[in-house]
């Protein structure tokens, strides 16, 4: 049976042990990963269609290297790297659609505008390929670069209306991935803008 001067002994290494215990076998915290989305909310001009069209968007295509969720950076030429520990939520081509549906919505032109996956009827049809969108710290202030490429097409004879390339440029306030954020969701307004009044213009 220990003495007293053991029992006190046991009684003041106890709490030590637990507390060495729970620092060896605990995990070790990991740096959770900061998700982000493209918000652009613009106000479109409003037209009015002179016959009833029904415009049909197709899932947003994405040049190799930017079909992922991972947020795109450059500051070598010619090479491509991607953050740690930030990340879009979705890829962005992803997130494109439904932000181009609900701009084209708001002009109040077309008869429909639907960006679902099966398709019913359809006058014209918007294909759109997200050909960059980067954060490039070779300039200074670092900026973020969008180039977007978007054809129109007539879905009853398949020709094609018309097709532009969308190439936008904005700083980024600070050489941070949550700067980039920033810029790039007012590059996405303005391509959003702008091709509205594309499709307007030739459908």
Same mark, same amino acid.
């Given at each position: ?38 918000? &652009? +909310?613009?106000?479109?001009? !409003?037209?009015?269609? %002179?016959?009833?069209? /029904?415009?049909?968007?197709? @899932? ?61 009827? &359809? +006058?014209?049809?918007?294909? !759109?390929?997200?050909? %960059?969108?980067?954060? /490039?710290?070779?300039?200074? @202030? ?62």
């Amino acid at each position: 049976m220990p003495d007293h001067n053991q029992f006190w002994f046991y009684l003041f290494l106890v709490p030590f042990l637990l507390l060495a215990g729970c620092t060896i076998f605990s995990p070790v915290p990991s740096h959770s990963t900061k998700t982000y989305v493209l918000n &652009a +909310d613009p106000q479109p001009i !409003t037209k009015k269609s %002179k016959r009833s069209i /029904d415009l049909f968007i197709t @899932p947003t295509r994405a040049e190799a290297g930017y079909n992922t969720a991972d947020m795109v950076y450059t500051n070598k030429p010619l090479e491509m790297a991607y953050f740690a520990n930030h990340a879009w939520a979705e890829p962005p081509a992803t997130l494109l659609p439904n932000l181009i549906r609900q701009t084209l919505q708001k002009t109040h032109y077309y008869h429909s505008v639907n960006s679902a996956f099966l398709i019913g009827h &359809a +006058d014209m049809i918007l294909n !759109t390929e997200l050909v %960059k969108l980067n954060q /490039d710290f070779l300039s200074h @202030p670092s900026t973020v670069n969008l180039i977007l490429q978007a054809q129109l097409v007539n879905a009853n004879t398949n020709r094609i209306m018309s097709t532009k390339q969308f190439s936008f440029t904005e700083p980024a306030l600070q050489a941070t991935p949550e700067a980039g954020v920033v810029a790039a969701n007012q590059a996405v307004e303005k391509l959003l803008l702008q091709l509205a009044e594309f499709c307007l213009k030739n459908s």
